[in-house]
């Protein structure tokens, strides 16, 4: 069974820290997705990251992804308030892509206070 | 273009009634998945549907239904409502075949059960 783990799950930092987000998973995967929420929202797609190795940067957040160690990671550069948010990592189920199902992490909450 | 829409977006039943969730993917997305969020479980997977078949299913007993119509459009119905079917419940779509999987999220429909 396909287990994914964020961690950590709750984060406050201040603005203008940097700080990573990390994403194990249990089983192999060809690629991995990060997606963001806001309250009472629903998911944004943040990256989608499809190969070993592959990293992929927008404004303050880097996200990196390594499928031998089974690991990806969320890099924040120099938080500002607005990056405040719930941020999931989530695998498919099969190589391939995520229509068959995506298996996701239980999010990381984080909060950035001035 | 436009996205995602899932109607209702809220609504309360009681336990024991019986509810239906509609879902029109992006335009061209043949694939719609349904997914539930609670506090407690996070985001679960429930099943998928492409070309009016369901490919796949999660972990939920037999309450929990869905279909697809010609049009790509789908629905899901939960009947016997139970307290702890209240959630949030998200709808994807995502093409098939190529490309990077990636599954884009509707507003979702929160479900109150009392």
């Known amino acids: 069974e396909l287990k994914v783990e964020q961690n950590p799950l709750f984060l406050s930092m201040q603005e203008g820290k940097n700080y990573t987000i990390y994403c194990n998973y249990s089983?192999?995967?060809?690629?991995l997705y990060w997606y963001r929420q806001d309250p009472g929202k629903s998911l944004e797609s943040l990256f989608v990251?499809?190969?070993?190795?592959a990293v992929k940067q927008e404004g303050r957040l880097m996200a990196s992804l390594d499928t031998k160690a089974r690991l990806s990671t969320l890099h924040i550069t120099a938080a500002v308030h607005d990056l405040s948010a719930t941020y999931f990592c989530?695998?498919?189920?099969?190589?391939?892509?995520?229509?068959?199902?995506?298996?996701f992490g239980k999010g990381t909450h984080l909060i950035i206070q001035p | 273009k436009a996205g995602v829409t899932q109607t209702p977006r809220y609504l309360i039943k009681t336990r024991g009634q019986q509810v239906t969730l509609s879902c029109s993917p992006i335009?061209?997305?043949?694939?719609v998945s349904w997914y539930q969020q609670t506090p407690g479980q996070g985001l679960q997977f429930l099943f998928e549907?492409?070309?009016?078949?369901?490919?796949n299913k999660g972990n939920f007993p037999g309450r929990f239904s869905g279909r697809q119509f010609s049009n790509s459009r789908s629905e899901m119905n939960v009947s016997t409502l139970e307290l702890g079917d209240s959630a949030l419940y998200l709808c994807?779509?995502?093409?098939?075949?190529?490309?990077?999987?990636?599954?884009?999220f509707g507003e979702g429909s929160r479900l109150t059960v009392l």
């Open positions: 994807a779509s995502t093409t098939i075949g190529g490309g990077p999987g990636e599954l884009f």
């Open positions: 089983t192999t995967s060809d690629r």
């Open positions: 990251l499809l190969s070993n190795g």
């Open positions: 989530a695998v498919p189920h099969q190589l391939g892509g995520g229509a068959d199902g995506l298996t």
């Open positions: 335009s061209g997305h043949r694939s």
């Open positions: 549907y492409f070309s009016e078949t369901q490919r």
